[in-house]
């Protein structure tokens, strides 16, 4: 008998998988399966996985903020009680840290995308922007994105966890 395994029960594993993607995550193949779970036939439930769909990424850089950007969501499953999928405040806070913490708004890449009105600020508003998109994609969240993002914004802009500082800083 091996006493010295750490391992308990309730730890969750983060898994990561590369494959094609056939059918899309929008907002009406979401919105059905939250219709499926209301009618009890269906019970959703996220798990820390992350699936990056090789048809989707454009380059190794892309696969690489996507990757951060999963892997921020499926920590935040792991280390919370979270529901993003019922609870819109959960889902803003997830959205926002991902978006924050992944490089995806860079002021390169936002110059490049022809987004940047100014040059101080441009990151938070690239975040919050990013986030909004992503919490009006769940038809529970769509109609008050804004506010659930603007609610969140400074308490999960501001947690980096996993990392000690936000990884952009030196």
Known sequence: ??????NS????????????????MDQDYLKAKLQAQKEGKVNLRLLPEIFLCQNHLVNEEHAHQ???????????LCRTKMDPINNCIHMA????????????CT??????????SKFRGHGTECVKRRAILSVKANP??????????????????????PFDRHPNLK
């Open 140 to 161: 529970n969240c769509k109609g008050k994105a804004s506010e659930y993002v603007d609610a969140a914004f400074e308490r999960c802009y501001k947690d980096t966890f």
């Open 1 to 6: 008998n091996n006493n010295n395994n750490n």
């Open 66 to 76: 996507s990757m951060v950007h999963e892997l921020v969501h499926a920590i935040d």
């Open 107 to 116: 002021w390169l890449k936002e110059l490049g995308s022809g987004r940047i």
């Open 93 to 104: 806070c997830t959205e926002i840290r991902a978006e924050n913490l992944s490089d995806e």
């Open 9 to 24: 029960s309730t730890e969750e594993k983060i898994t990561a998988k590369k494959k094609p993607c056939h059918q899309s």
